[in-house]
């Protein structure tokens, strides 16, 4: 799905022509999006960590394993249920295969989004700080500040060669035969094997030659309180010739990221918007850097945002004709975490 934000575009391709290293975060709707050489950025107000590549000061690394405190209060199963329906009746009708629906958790911890994000164990890290910088004060409507710890890649470019990693597919390490129920459940394959032929004709806009790397591997993600097994793909294409020193315009062609929004897309967000009744603001949008030749990027899940009404955790799910609210809703608390060991 094209959309025309030559803002983020233009800017990203300008950055890209200089071969300087630069950061981009893109929000959900694209509208308020940032666009940072690297060497410009000022760490008390952006802090990012893309699997080791980072501006965290060195004094700062590491983690600590000191006691804190972590709760949720997800909303009650019966609004849950509500909305859950409403996606139902729009998937019986045929206007969506899937679609991923998702909603703010209310929490509370002793630790302050900056200690969350130094004790995270993620490749993809995050933390944005409103006050930490003159620009861009207030930037999702609220002065909200977030931090995120994404396991999820949304596309690396690298000589020429794009690949996306979409995850769909998420049970507790905990039950028994957990990777067996999960890679053999027909709810779960038909959700991901929607998100694959999605992700695929994504990157035939982009790419030549795309094909199915790898489908339905697992893998294991730690949390302060448990394990979660996670379902990916490898989708990889050669990137076309038009499009390698215009990465703003690849990623206009590909937003917002077919994994946390459903098939079909458009019509997907316009339920999306319909039915969640709250903005996701920078969840669910797309950050990353790039050197003008490579490029690697992730998306915006797994996110705290700190707001006028305190901490709040967004997280969902994907919702197909075969999913049934308990699970469903079981699988947005299971979200909640904080990924220590």
């Known amino acids: 799905m094209k959309q025309n934000i030559p803002s983020f575009a233009n800017a990203i391709n300008a950055h890209a022509r200089e071969k300087r290293p630069f950061l981009f975060i893109l929000d959900f709707d694209c509208s308020k999006p940032i666009v940072r050489f690297i060497d ?3 760490p008390d107000e952006i802090l990012f960590n893309f699997r080791g590549f980072t501006n965290q000061p060195s004094r700062e690394a590491g983690h600590t394993h000191l006691p804190y405190s972590f709760s949720k209060s997800p909303m009650p199963f019966g609004k849950y249920k509500e909305r859950f329906h409403r996606v139902k009746e729009e998937l ?3 206007n969506s295969y899937l679609l991923n629906l998702t909603f703010p958790t209310a929490i509370e911890t002793s630790l302050t989004l900056k200690e969350i994000f130094i004790r995270s164990n993620a490749p993809y890290k995050l933390l944005y700080n409103s006050k930490g910088g003159k620009a861009h004060q207030g930037l999702n409507g609220s002065g909200a500040d977030f931090v995120v ?5 949304f596309v690396r470019i690298k000589n020429g060669v794009i690949s996306s990693f979409p995850m769909k597919g998420t049970i507790n390490a905990a039950i028994p035969n957990a990777r067996k129920i999960i890679l053999e459940d027909a709810k779960e394959l038909a959700e991901h094997s929607t998100i694959v032929d999605l992700i695929r004709n994504d990157l035939n806009m982009v ?7 790898r489908f ?14 996670q379902v990916s793909s490898e989708i990889k294409g050669k990137v076309k ?3 390698l020193c215009n990465y703003g315009e690849l990623l206009t062609r590909l937003l917002p990221a077919g994994s946390v929004t459903g098939a079909p897309k458009r019509k997907t967000v316009e339920i999306i918007k319909e039915t969640e009744g709250y903005e996701r603001g920078y969840y669910t949008g797309v950050f990353g850097y790039s050197d003008g030749e490579t490029l690697e990027s992730a998306v915006m899940i797994r996110f705290i945002e700190q707001n006028e009404k305190g ?3 967004k997280s969902g799910g994907g919702i197909t004709i075969y999913s049934n609210p308990e699970s469903e809703y079981r699988e947005l608390i299971d979200k909640v975490y904080v990924p220590f060991d």
């Open 207 to 213: 790419a030549g030659n795309v094909k199915l790397a």
């Open 149 to 153: 710890f994404s396991p999820e890649s």
């Open 216 to 229: 339905r591997y697992v893998e294991s993600i730690k949390t302060h309180n448990s394990e979660l097994l």
């Open 311 to 313: 901490l709040c955790f």
């Open 40 to 42: 410009e950025i000022n």
């Open 241 to 243: 010739k038009e499009l």
């Open 92 to 94: 019986l009708k045929g």
